[in-house]
């Protein structure tokens, strides 16, 4: 089953340090989404990029940043870690940047101490 | 933005009953509602969706109704079985140019089956 994969699966950093997760789309698939989970809630909007451009971004700080690379892999960084980001990072993809259905990765869970 | 209102927080069903989770939104411009099932440790997964041109559609044993009028869309699962027991996601999607694609969720739903 060649879906969504995400990595680090678990990562754990410290109050202003910094992180970078990836994600890898559905094959043929070349929309990549990032969302935050934080424990007990939906998913939130964070980025989308189509085309290696970013096409949308939530309401989310400048520590947040993405790309996308010409394989339609993608990465999210953030910056400055604070204890509030500490969450599960979800990467969803569809096939073009209107396509309703979007499917979604692992996540990666990330811990700021 | 979209908001999107999720009802009940937790449910808890007998084995064979039914269960309904209800959602709302704000944004007359959204046009499709996927819901999601989310397992413990484990991603959300996509199960039933609909689009503001149907009222209503089936899979097996889930239903989606949407009332465009009322801006209101539920999840209907029939015959429910344990390993149906799961947090459960409406979401909502605009079609407007600046928030095309992108997905607003609700709460969840913590659905419990009683075997």
């Known amino acids: 089953d060649a879906g969504v994969t995400q990595s680090p699966t678990h990562l754990i950093k410290t109050r202003g340090q910094h992180v970078t997760l990836r994600c890898s789309p559905i094959s043929g698939h070349k929309s990549v989404s990032w969302y935050q989970q934080v424990l007990g809630q939906g998913p939130q909007f964070i980025f989308q990029?189509?085309?290696?451009?970013?096409?949308g971004r939530g309401n989310f700080p400048d520590r947040f940043s993405a790309r996308q690379f010409p394989n339609y892999s993608s990465e999210l960084n953030v910056n400055a870690l604070l204890l509030g980001d500490s969450a599960l990072y979800l990467c969803?993809?569809?096939?073009?940047?209107?396509?309703?259905?979007?499917?979604f990765g692992p996540g990666t869970r990330l811990t700021v101490t | 933005g979209e908001n999107v209102e999720q009802h009940p927080s937790t449910l808890s069903v007998q084995e064979g009953d039914s269960a309904v989770i209800k959602c709302t939104y704000s944004?007359?411009?959204?046009?499709?509602f996927p819901w999601y099932k989310q397992e413990l440790g484990k991603r959300p997964q996509l199960i039933i969706d609909?689009?503001?041109?149907?009222g209503e559609k089936k899979d097996q044993r889930i239903a989606v109704t949407l009332n465009k009028t009322a801006k209101h869309f539920s999840l209907h699962i029939t015959e429910t079985q344990p390993e149906d027991s799961a947090v459960y996601f409406c979401a909502a999607s605009p079609d407007r140019g600046s928030t095309l694609g992108r997905l607003y969720f609700g709460r969840g739903t913590q659905l419990t089956v009683w075997p």
């Open positions: 990029y189509y085309e290696k451009e970013e096409r």
């Open positions: 944004d007359s411009a959204s046009n499709y």
């Open positions: 609909i689009r503001s041109n149907v």
């Open positions: 969803a993809s569809s096939l073009k940047q209107d396509s309703y259905e979007q499917y």
